[in-house]
């Protein structure tokens, strides 16, 4: 197995980025500050011609938890694409002047991933994430949409893993065996970043780290994805909070919408950085 890092709290990866292929790349994407994050105007053609390095969808609650997550916040760097994982943000950003050119999230971005790679041999998918036996019934569908073993493995790991050794040699172990080169983690948003930063390095034959939520669920079936109207006008948590209203309640209606006031704060200046010196 290779060695993991000695301490049992996430850490920054100190590996210089991987060399990514141009074929389809933006060269030297925007930066569209959000907060004390940000995105890149990157469109999801270019997003899905990346072949290796690490990708970050970033949403509203992603967004709230850099402001309090300093582990998070420090990672974002390390990841090549950072996309506007949110219609909200989406029409947020143009309002204020600084609009990218799409919104590319998560849960649309995959299929069309698999979808476009369905033929090509050396993309092999492992999920690690979801609840037991979800990941499985995600992978038999995919594999029967592509019509070959796309989905090379999957892995639901204990919640608190993190805290035992034996919990993530296990994750390793199962990733490596499966011969997988794109690795999928549904975690939850800055759970699962920070767990392909501190141990990507782990994943000798992994050239994509794709963080990607509730995409599991989605491909399994489990979590129903809304039509493409209440997407497009902005409502899709208002769907999910229908959907799931005790598990959802506090994030749509107390945690994500303090995003808009602190945005009209940037706009005008008034916003700092929780983390600044």
């Not at 850490?11 to 790349?25: E, F, M």
């Not at 690490?54 to 509203?60: C, F, R, S």
């Not at 945005?263 to 008034?270: A, D, E, M, P, T």
Request: charged share 25%; hydrophobic share 40%.
């Amino acid at each position: 197995m290779t060695n993991q890092p000695a301490s049992p709290e996430f850490a920054t990866s100190k590996r210089t980025p991987p060399v990514l292929p141009q074929i389809g790349r933006a060269k030297a994407p925007r930066k569209v500050a959000v907060l004390n994050g940000y995105v890149h105007d990157v469109t999801m053609d270019e997003v899905l011609s990346l072949r290796e390095g690490l990708i970050l969808t970033l949403h509203a609650d992603m967004v709230m938890k850099l402001q309090t997550d300093r582990a998070f916040y420090d990672i974002l760097d390390q990841y090549d694409y950072i996309t506007c994982d949110s219609q909200i943000l989406y029409f947020a950003l143009k309002l204020m002047g600084t609009p990218v050119r799409e919104r590319v999230s998560g849960s649309d971005y995959f299929p069309l991933f698999y979808t476009r790679y369905k033929n090509d041999a050396d993309v092999r998918v492992f999920l690690l994430g979801g609840k037991p036996g979800i990941a499985e019934i995600a992978a038999k569908k995919i594999n029967a949409k592509v019509g070959r073993e796309i989905i090379v493995g999957c892995h639901a790991p204990p919640f608190d893993f993190e805290k035992d050794p034996a919990a993530i040699a296990r994750i390793i172990d199962a990733v490596n065996a499966s011969g997988a080169t794109v690795l999928l983690v549904g975690l939850g948003g800055g759970r699962q970043e920070k767990f392909i930063v501190q141990y990507r390095d782990s994943f000798p034959n992994v050239r994509l780290f794709l963080p990607l939520g509730g995409t599991i669920d989605y491909e399994a079936g489990t979590l129903r994805r809304p039509p493409p109207w209440v997407t497009n006008a902005g409502l899709e948590w208002l769907y999910r909070l229908l959907q799931e209203p005790r598990a959802r309640f506090h994030r749509y209606v107390i945690n994500d919408p303090q995003v808009l006031p602190m945005l009209v704060r940037q706009k005008f200046g008034r916003y700092r950085n929780p983390f600044a010196r």
